[in-house]
């Protein structure tokens, strides 16, 4: 009882806050929920998730989406990978670095992104202004008024944010690794690549999958960087599916939003299934390739 009556505030602020706009939001999904006719709040079924399918924005949104994810993964993945193993190594003022790394991290991607869309500015961008230095281009680039480059300048920015928890996180992974390994592989003979695919990856290889998948779930539910260097634009051009449904909302379809809400949900919860599964498989193959 003295365990329920403690639980008890914390599970009713859970239910209100948490479980109940979850219940209400899937429930807008199938009806004609619109804010410029509320008297209208009729049972429409599928109808809101075929408005999103069939609406003229869906194929770009779907593209963007699957190239701000892969195009944003990878990089950070390598980069991040790199930095901790250069971090990993006792030099100088390591601590310093390692302290420094964290700095992207603790800045908002809203600001991130103002940051960014000063530095790709066309007219005083840092960027424009040391590729002319450096010859490589003639004339300034509106990078964020043209789709192409536009949606490259938030790839970049994204990179440049998301390297941080890579490393942070691949780090403290490479941390736990017992030297002696390293030790015992140096006097087999092995070389730094050899030493890195059979001793470091696989050590690792549980913490590089769980940070893998928090990043893509993370990035695929990312707008704030998109808000605040493009905002969507040009022409709609860099929206992602959040960015989109964001949009949709402040135009008053709650229906049409919800649905894509729930699209998204089942989107990352049908990927993080998959991947799972195949980096277990993998896990167990590796086992017992050991043991034979």
Known sequence: MVVAA???????????????PMIAGSQMA???WNLTDLTDTSWVGLGNFR????????????????????????PQLVIG?????????????RGLYQALIFFPWAISGFLIGILFRWLFNSEFGVVNDLLQRAGLIDEPIAWLADPKTAMIAVLIANVWYGVTFFAIMILAALQSIPDELYE??????AGKARTLFQI???????????TV?????WIFNFPDLIFGMTGGGPNDETHIVTTWMIKITQQGDYGKASALGLLV?????????FFLLATREKKQTGKRGVRA
Request: glycine share 4%; hydrophobic share 65%; charged share 15%.
């Open 213 to 217: 998948l928090l990043r893509v779930i």
């Open 30 to 32: 199938f009806r004609n």
């Open 6 to 20: 403690f639980m008890a505030p914390a599970a009713v602020f859970v239910a209100i806050f948490t479980y109940y």
């Open 184 to 189: 015992a592989a140096a006097l087999d003979g």
């Open 81 to 93: 990978f790199a930095i901790a193993l250069w971090l990993r190594r006792r030099f100088r003022f």
């Open 51 to 74: 408005e999103v399918f069939t609406d003229p924005a869906w194929g770009t949104v779907l593209d963007n989406t699957l190239l701000w994810v892969v195009g944003s993964i990878v």
């Open 265 to 273: 949900v089942a989107i990352l919860l049908v990927f993080a299934v």
């Open 200 to 210: 470091t990856i696989p050590y690792i290889r549980t913490t590089l999958a769980l």
